[in-house]
């Protein structure tokens, strides 16, 4: 079993920043593949990003790149996603998921939910206009 625990959301104003993070337990940190997504109110979850086991390669929703940065640290045994010029539209619950069996990096699976195996609960970020 794994145990994601995100934490560092809060309410934020329009074209600020934050930094969510999230920590895993377990010794084999660095075998997993981490990813982040989003839910919106009443609307379907969506792919922010993922980062392989090593952190030397990234993927990015195409619509976040360049606002959104994801990086990690194996020896904390966390994931980090940077948010930078957050909007309005950005407020929803932020989760981290965790790939733990092994599957071969490719940048058109991560951004479907069923290849994770493990999910935090969330953090809700909330942006104001």
């Known amino acids: 079993q794994v145990q994601l625990v995100e934490s560092g959301g809060g309410l934020v104003q329009t074209g600020g920043s934050l930094r969510l993070s999230c920590t895993a337990s377990g010794r084999t940190f660095s075998t997993y593949v981490m990813g982040w997504f989003r839910q919106a109110p009443g609307k379907e979850r969506e792919f922010v990003g993922a980062?392989?086991?090593?952190?030397?390669?990234?993927y990015y929703a195409d619509s976040l790149q360049g606002r959104f940065t994801i990086s990690r640290d194996n020896a904390k045994n966390t994931v980090y996603l940077q948010m930078h010029s957050l909007k309005p539209e950005d407020t929803a619950v932020f989760s981290c998921?965790?790939?733990?069996?092994?599957?071969?990096?490719?940048?058109?699976?991560?951004?479907?939910?069923?290849?994770?195996?493990?999910w935090g609960q969330g953090t809700q970020v909330s942006v104001s206009s």
């Open positions: 980062i392989s086991r090593s952190g030397g390669r990234t």
């Open positions: 998921a965790a790939e733990t069996s092994g599957r071969a990096w490719s940048t058109t699976r991560w951004s479907l939910p069923d290849q994770y195996d493990y």
